[in-house]
């Protein structure tokens, strides 16, 4: 049985390998900065030369989902540079999208008989596949961001995504050691239903321990309010599960 809870009811737990309370520091408004290429200390990117090439530590991959096929992606590609994710990254479509009906739907990036509608797109660490069966995340589980449209404005949709989805696979975001997979998720009907809403999955590894993963969960709600209260007030805001009971 999957264990779902609201992160009201959640007990903070110790902080991702720190000795000290992790405190939340915004990396949405700097991923294009110069003082981010500057920084080669961090545990996401590495200079490789003094022409600006930067690689990532660990190689993040690209996933999208077909409609009604969440357990079956389709690597789009793999990334092993800085420069290469935020290239990509300005042609993938945006929550903002789904919550202005611009477009009703995601379309594949790389469907070759035109416009092919998608449900999800995800960033994978490495070689990781983002489904549960994966041996690096059949232990784990995810926490569970839901943004709903009476709640979240469409620019603040797209900045919590953006922070999470490159915080964690550049390794800016605390806690992203943790981190194997985000994936956003169209819940959208387009006929204005309360029941509406767009989903993002943080994934963490099947070692982490359940301080790490309360660690975690703090971030990813300090991360959504940093950009938008209200997109904390209902009760299913940010939930957590467990794949499969740890065995």
Same mark, same amino acid.
């Given at each position: 049985?999957i264990?779902? /809870?609201?992160h &009201?009811?959640?007990?903070?737990?110790?902080?991702?390998?720190?000795?000290?309370?992790?405190?939340?520091?915004?990396?949405?408004?700097?991923?294009?900065?110069?003082?981010? /290429?500057?920084?080669?200390?961090?545990?996401?990117?590495? !200079?490789? &030369?003094?022409?600006?090439?930067?690689?990532?530590?660990?190689?993040c &991959?690209?996933?999208?989902f077909?409609?009604?096929?969440?357990?079956?992606?389709?690597?789009?590609?793999?990334?092993?540079?800085?420069?290469?994710?935020?290239?990509?990254?300005?042609?993938?479509?945006?929550?903002?999208?789904?919550?202005q009906?611009?477009?009703?739907?995601?379309?594949?990036?790389?469907?070759?008989?035109?416009?092919?509608?998608?449900?999800?797109?995800?960033?994978?660490?490495?070689?990781?596949?983002?489904?549960?069966?994966?041996?690096?995340?059949?232990?784990?589980?995810?926490?569970?961001?839901?943004?709903?449209?009476?709640?979240?404005?469409?620019?603040?949709?797209?900045?919590?995504?953006?922070?999470?989805?490159?915080?964690?696979?550049?390794? /800016?975001?605390?806690? !992203?050691?943790?981190?194997?997979?985000?994936?956003?998720?169209?819940?959208?009907?387009? /006929?204005?239903?309360?029941?509406?809403?767009?989903?993002?999955?943080?994934w963490?590894?099947?070692?982490?321990?359940?301080?790490?993963?309360?660690?975690?969960g703090?971030?990813?709600?300090?991360?959504?309010?940093?950009?938008?209260? &209200?997109?904390?007030?209902?009760?299913?805001?940010?939930?957590?599960?467990?794949?499969?009971?740890?065995?």
């Amino acid at each position: 049985a999957i264990l779902t /809870q609201t992160h &009201s009811n959640v007990t903070r737990g110790k902080p991702c390998k720190q000795q000290h309370a992790p405190q939340f520091r915004s990396v949405a408004t700097s991923m294009d900065m110069p003082e981010l /290429q500057r920084d080669t200390t961090g545990d996401g990117i590495n !200079a490789t &030369s003094e022409t600006q090439s930067f690689t990532l530590i660990r190689r993040c &991959s690209l996933w999208e989902f077909s409609v009604g096929a969440l357990s079956n992606p389709e690597k789009v590609r793999t990334f092993s540079t800085y420069e290469e994710l935020m290239v990509c990254w300005e042609s993938l479509p945006l929550p903002s999208q789904l919550l202005q009906n611009k477009p009703r739907r995601f379309s594949s990036l790389v469907s070759q008989v035109g416009f092919a509608e998608i449900s999800a797109i995800a960033l994978s660490r490495e070689d990781i596949q983002p489904i549960w069966e994966d041996p690096a995340n059949f232990a784990g589980g995810h926490w569970l961001v839901t943004l709903k449209p009476k709640h979240v404005k469409p620019d603040e949709a797209d900045k919590i995504w953006r922070e999470l989805a490159l915080g964690a696979m550049f390794g /800016q975001l605390q806690c !992203a050691d943790l981190v194997n997979v985000v994936r956003l998720i169209d819940k959208i009907s387009g /006929q204005r239903r309360v029941m509406d809403n767009i989903r993002i999955e943080v994934w963490y590894d099947g070692k982490a321990t359940p301080q790490e993963v309360e660690s975690l969960g703090t971030i990813v709600e300090a991360s959504m309010r940093s950009f938008s209260e &209200s997109a904390m007030k209902p009760k299913d805001a940010l939930t957590h599960r467990r794949h499969h009971h740890a065995v």
